[in-house]
């Protein structure tokens, strides 16, 4: 084997251990940066003797002995000022004699630990994303400068901050349950959410979309769903991207531009995440109690469009109704903006005016494109075209990215026109 | 990226095959499925239960199985997504491996193909 394909062969093995390998390493050593630090080191290793003595046929046990041993020279090195290091550099030597390839046995537990320590309280969102694609992901900080249109230096520094942030908080030595635990597994879910939305609909930068932040978010989803069985929550996020994502390629035009939903060639969405996102959905329903959660909400109402065969197929009364169940259970704005759309849709343009209009002073709402470019869309079916066309304009102004800003200065051309005629 | 792995093997062969296998396999699935890259999976029933339709003269032309003159047939497969073909590679490397390690006179291979996206 060459030393390119050996390269190629130990970055996929990393790609395929790092979560493991550094979850498993968080426990052991109570330590992110160091179980990071080590982890790395291992790859290091494996990088200066495989290319020479062949991969082994279990390349997995392999780096976690090495950064197991790597952990013990650093307990020592510390040891001589302090008692509490040199006790755990013996208990992990007396493990890595006993069984060399131990350690990688409780994986659900590690990897889920892993994801509260990524999606602690003590981070800010920012922090908690990126720390996430890190460790949990296993992308490199290139990658995650890539995705998120930010330097390398940037994200470098961030991730650390954050690492300081966990360490004062002792992070990495708790062990949530009960309540806590279900608030920190909402957290978890609810940044593979931010994650994939960011993909789905990207709030800045020149592209509508990038597709893969919405497979890391996607492939974030499926770990949960392994390691957080029969949890209607889980199952419901995982439904919802499994169907949201289907569309992604009906969503963007040849040109680059975006299709919204009524436009889309139907045929285009894949009917094989769609199916697969009706499995999910229907497994949580299986498992959900009286109160659905926010998660199967949304992929309830995401199967409402993947079920229609024709835009004109699409059952809005049960949207609007999904919407208001949404909205009582979260109180989001964001979600009673959807009702007015669907009311519109559902009962005409005047009712989803009249509720879109109580929305406009809404403080969380501030500053939101979606509330003129809802309003204009409303009014502009009531023929009140001039009124549509200012807020479009409007829209336009607001919206940080460049693809959707031309689709509204379109519709308020076309508005004007309109109004004029 | 995704990629379509299809386990090919002698179906004769699959006939014989001992218990440790499918245990192996469960793991090896149960794998796939907390590291994110598996996306699903499914193993298919013997070649008696399918068909193959063709061209004859012209025309399109059903035939029931068993397909008892092809030698390597597929027996089951998996979608994954991962973030290269080394990885799908070292995946498939692996699942031959617990092939070998738990069925040492089994035979086959794993054809690995990237599925086309947009």
């Known amino acids: 084997m060459g030393d390119v394909t050996t390269r190629a062969a130990i970055e996929a093995v990393w790609r395929l251990e790092s979560t493991r390998l550094i979850a498993a390493l968080v426990r052991m050593l109570r330590d992110v940066a160091l179980a990071e630090d080590v982890a790395q080191d291992a790859v290091v290793a494996a990088l200066a003797t495989w290319p020479a003595d062949g991969i082994p046929d279990n390349p997995g046990a392999w780096l976690m002995t090495t950064a197991k041993r790597r952990a013990i020279d650093v307990f020592r090195a510390r040891a001589r000022h302090d008692r509490a290091a040199e006790l755990l550099a013996n208990e992990l030597a007396e493990a890595v004699d006993d069984d060399p390839g131990a350690g990688i046995d409780h994986v659900e537990d590690d990897v889920l630990r892993l994801m509260f320590i990524c999606c602690h309280p003590a981070l800010s969102a920012e922090a908690q994303t990126t720390l996430?694609?890190?460790?949990?992901?296993?992308?490199?900080?290139?990658?995650?400068?890539?995705?998120?249109?930010?330097?390398?230096?940037?994200?470098?520094?961030?991730?650390?901050?954050?690492?300081?942030?966990?360490?004062?908080?002792?992070?990495?030595?708790?062990?949530?349950?009960?309540?806590?635990?279900?608030?920190?597994?909402?957290?978890?879910?609810?940044?593979?959410?931010?994650?994939?939305?960011?993909?789905?609909?990207?709030?800045?930068?020149?592209?509508?979309?990038?597709?893969?932040?919405?497979?890391?978010?996607?492939?974030?989803?499926?770990?949960?769903?392994?390691?957080?069985?029969?949890?209607?929550?889980?199952?419901?996020?995982?439904?919802l991207m499994e169907l949201q994502s289907s569309r992604l390629r009906a969503r963007v035009g040849a040109d680059g531009t975006p299709v919204l939903l009524d436009d889309q060639d139907r045929s285009r969405w894949d009917a094989a995440r769609i199916r697969r996102g009706l499995d999910a959905l229907a497994e949580a329903e299986a498992v959900a109690g009286d109160e659905p959660g926010q998660y199967l909400l949304q992929a309830e109402l995401a199967a409402c469009h993947a079920r229609a065969a024709a835009s004109a197929d699409t059952d809005w009364m049960r949207i609007a109704a999904l919407y208001e169940q949404l909205v009582r259970r979260t109180g989001s704005p964001v979600a009673e903006l959807n009702r007015a759309v669907a009311l519109g849709r559902a009962y005409g343009p005047e009712a989803g005016l009249a509720l879109a209009d109580q929305l406009v002073d809404h403080p969380a709402l501030t500053g939101y494109h979606l509330v003129p470019s809802v309003r204009g869309d409303l009014l502009e079916r009531l023929g009140r075209h001039a009124e549509a066309a200012a807020e479009f304009t409007r829209a336009a102004a607001m919206t940080e990215n460049a693809r959707e800003r031309e689709l509204l200065e379109a519709r308020a051309v076309a508005a004007r026109a309109a109004s004029v005629e | 990226m995704r990629f379509l792995c299809m386990v090919r093997m002698d179906e004769a062969q699959a006939a014989e095959a001992p218990p440790a296998i499918y245990q192996a396999m469960g793991a090896y699935e149960q794998e796939g499925r907390a590291n994110g890259t598996l996306v699903e999976s499914q193993g298919l029933l013997p070649s008696a239960a399918g068909a193959i339709v063709t061209v004859a003269d012209g025309r399109a032309k059903a035939i029931d199985g068993p397909f008892a003159e092809a030698k390597e047939l597929v027996g089951g497969y998996a979608v994954v997504d991962v973030h290269s073909r080394a990885e799908a590679v070292e995946l498939g490397r692996r699942l031959v491996q617990l092939h070998l390690d738990n069925w040492p006179t089994w035979n086959g291979t794993v054809e690995i193909r990237q599925i086309a996206e947009f």
């Open chain 1, 132 to 239: 996430t694609l890190k460790l949990v992901a296993g992308l490199s900080t290139r990658e995650i400068a890539r995705a998120y249109l930010a330097s390398e230096a940037t994200v470098a520094q961030r991730v650390s901050r954050a690492k300081r942030t966990l360490a004062e908080a002792n992070a990495a030595i708790e062990e949530p349950s009960g309540a806590e635990r279900a608030e920190r597994l909402a957290a978890v879910l609810g940044v593979v959410y931010l994650l994939f939305n960011e993909g789905y609909s990207a709030t800045e930068g020149a592209d509508w979309m990038r597709p893969p932040l919405c497979d890391e978010a996607l492939r974030l989803g499926r770990i949960l769903a392994a390691i957080v069985p029969g949890d209607a929550e889980v199952l419901g996020l995982t439904a």
